[in-house]
């Protein structure tokens, strides 16, 4: 199918622009809305409510972040009106379920994303015996989703053995795309070697924020930025206001996100956990240095790790940063101008690749019906949101 001609609805649970799935959607739309026929994107959104957005309940185990019901019967009529070639899903959340189960009973192909590790994410934040039960219930639902999709698509080699160790024979690897605002806008390199240092995301446990404060604290020549929300905002409030050079700045939006990257240096990325890590990406775009862990799955995509200075293993943020300030001031400013355009290049390809998998999966009908219990559940949440 010409992909030109394409409709694709994205139902999506993450909340827009607040994490780095939220994101992910968010740039992806509106990208290929250039590209194809028509993308949408049904999502949670704090401050211009979607219409297929019900009610929520504070996330378990982050009260910082909501969990959203679907209004199926808004979705329902949304569909209805677009006939989708594609409905894309990030399993299992409660928009992905509703999307998911429409999808089948229109007789729409589904593509199921995998790019959020679950069980690592669950073990941080819940007790053994509840996060060995919350894993098998989302290993089965999403196994039970993977079975039913026409495609299923993955950000990561890492990603992509999860998903084949759980079933998935044939999961098809795509990049992470970039807002064009941080490709459009000219950037040059820092000029005068490092001075700033830049923290953006949730602050939470899988982030590993507290080895960032360490480093502030170890650092007092340099100058150090949070930017971001989560369940850990107390412990960086309490660093921002006993060290000089820490300054905590909260959740801001996309655009003050590439103001901050274009004010400073070197942007990290200590996570724990990160399926991919699209603010590095971002970074590259800015032509910023981004010190990444070894964790990363931005890490794995050869175009892009010649532009990064990822830590080796055992290697602490101060060691990797003062690797940084080692080099040549020559090398290093061709290091950041090589990550943008290695940035600028993988985003392409990102893009190509999403149109490739959305055209295959277009031509593909599903092999069998929504599950009864979904159905049931779905009902249920659809009545409580109308």
């Known amino acids: 199918m010409e992909t030109q001609n394409l409709r694709i609805l994205f139902v999506v649970d993450a909340i827009k622009g607040r994490n780095g799935v939220g994101t992910y959607y968010q740039d992806l739309v509106g990208l290929l809305s250039e590209r194809i026929e028509r993308a949408e994107l049904v999502a949670p959104s704090l401050d211009d409510p979607h219409f297929c957005q019900g009610g929520s309940l504070p996330m378990p185990g982050d009260t910082t972040q909501r969990l959203f019901f679907p209004h199926m019967r808004a979705l329902t009529r949304l569909m209805e009106e677009m006939q ?26 589904v593509c199921v994303t995998f790019q959020t590790d679950y069980t690592h994410l669950v073990q941080l934040y819940w007790g053994p015996l509840l996060a060995r039960l919350v894993c098998g219930l989302l290993d089965r639902l999403n196994l039970a989703m993977f079975h039913g999709a026409s495609s299923v698509v993955t950000i990561s080699e890492t990603m992509m053995e999860q998903a ?15 807002a064009s605002e941080f490709i459009r806008c000219p950037a040059e390199p820092p000029r005068d070697g490092v001075r700033s240092v830049l923290f953006v995301g949730r602050l939470a446990a899988e982030k ?48 003050e996100v590439m103001t901050f990257l274009d004010n400073h240096d070197v942007l990290m990325l200590p996570s724990s956990v990160e399926a991919f890590g699209t603010v590095a990406l971002e970074a590259m775009a800015r032509a910023r240095w981004v010190i990444t862990s070894h964790a990363c799955g931005i890490n794995q995509w050869p175009g892009l790790a010649r532009g990064l200075l990822p830590l080796g293993e055992g290697e602490t943020l101060d060691q990797g940063l003062r690797r940084l300030e ?7 400013t061709g290091l950041a101008r090589r990550g943008r355009q290695l940035a600028v290049a993988v985003n392409d390809e990102t893009l190509a690749s999403w149109e490739d998998v959305l055209g295959q999966t277009a031509l593909r009908a599903p092999e069998r019906p929504a599950p009864s219990a979904t159905l049931g559940l779905l009902r249920r949440l659809g009545a409580r949101a109308s």
């Open 164 to 178: 084949r160790a759980i079933g998935v024979a044939r999961p098809h690897l795509v990049g992470t795309p970039v």
């Open 84 to 109: 989708p070639h594609v409905v894309v899903v990030p399993g299992p959340g409660l928009f992905s379920l509703g999307g998911y189960w429409l999808a089948r009973k229109m007789g729409v192909p």
């Open 326 to 332: 080692q080099l040549e001031p020559a090398w290093r």
């Open 208 to 255: 590993h924020i507290g080895a960032f404060l360490e480093l502030a604290a170890r650092r007092p020549d340099l100058t150090f930025t949070v930017l971001g929300d989560g369940p850990l905002r107390g412990e960086v409030q309490a660093s921002a206001e006993r060290l000089d050079n820490l300054f905590f700045a909260g959740w801001r939006s996309r655009d």
